[in-house]
């Protein structure tokens, strides 16, 4: 029989990037996290290789053609044309500009801990494009970068942070920045409003 991990012991990967680190923006970006009621439970800062980044982004075999045809995508959707009609194509430009980006300064790792947390985590960090990111979002509401300018300009968007795309890629990122022992179980208080089924330790 295989018994299904409780959603509440979830865990995601979060990069602050190192426009993030230079924006002062730590702190903020954290509590971001914290205050939906996630565990950190790992973190620290370190400035990536390029290798690390290539490594890193190319985990997921089909990121490069899902993130090609994002990008055709968002560029139909707008009535402009996009870069290339390639999506393995376009991912290669980006990668190159995905190492410069990443290894220009400190980043901050994190692992967050919690229900549904990689969903949770890509929706408090928003979309990849700030310019069309929901407000409300750190990637939305702290930076002001696009496709077009980005595109422009020859580099990566700008956009605060990485956070993990789906449950499956978590793992495999998180053991690529974090060795086991540098993760902490623990238990937090918060942790008993949160998820104790009866609530029933709040009278006395
Ligand atoms: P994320 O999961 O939202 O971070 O987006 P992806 O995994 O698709 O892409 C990784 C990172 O590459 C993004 O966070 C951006 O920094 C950058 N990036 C992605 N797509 C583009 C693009 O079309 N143009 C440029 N200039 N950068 C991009
Ligand atoms: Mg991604």
């Known amino acids: 029989m295989t018994t299904k991990t409780h959603p509440r012991k979830e865990r995601t990967l979060v990069i602050v990037k190192p426009d993030g680190v230079q924006r002062s923006l730590v702190g903020e970006i954290i509590s971001r996290y914290e205050r939906v009621g996630l565990k950190l439970v790992a973190m620290k800062m370190l400035v990536p290789t390029k290798e690390m980044v290539e490594q890193h982004y190319t985990l997921d075999p089909e990121w490069r053609r899902i993130t090609g045809e994002k990008r055709i995508k968002n560029a139909r959707d707008k009535g402009q044309k996009p870069p290339s009609e390639d999506p393995l194509e376009i991912t290669a430009a980006i990668l190159v500009h995905l190492k410069n980006y990443m290894t220009s300064g400190p980043v901050v790792a994190m692992v967050w801990e919690g229900a549904h947390a990689v969903s949770i985590v890509r929706k408090i960090t928003g979309g990849t494009e700030p310019l069309s990111t929901d407000v409300g979002t750190i990637r ?15 580099r990566a968007i700008r956009n605060l942070v990485h956070a993990t795309g789906t449950p499956a890629e978590s793992e495999k990122e998180i053991k690529h920045w974090f060795s086991e022992n540098e993760l902490t179980n623990y238990t937090i208080v918060q942790e008993k409003i949160l998820y104790d089924v009866n609530l029933d330790g709040i009278f006395e």
């Open 140 to 154: 939305g509401d702290y930076v002001l970068d696009s496709y077009t300018m980005s595109d422009t300009d020859g």
